[in-house]
């Protein structure tokens, strides 16, 4: 099992993929939804 710890820290933004995505439509909650859909 992988944990992304740093996955939406440290202005990272998510992939083009899924910007937009999130419920919330932010970057860090598209960022939160790309890491644990990725590394589950």
Not at 14 to 35: H, I
Request: glycine content about 4%.
């Amino acid at each position: 099992m992988y944990h992304a710890t740093r996955g939406c820290h440290f202005d990272n933004y998510p992939n083009d993929d899924w910007a937009g995505k999130s419920r919330a439509r932010t970057v860090y909650s598209d960022c939160m939804k790309e890491t644990v859909l990725q590394t589950s």
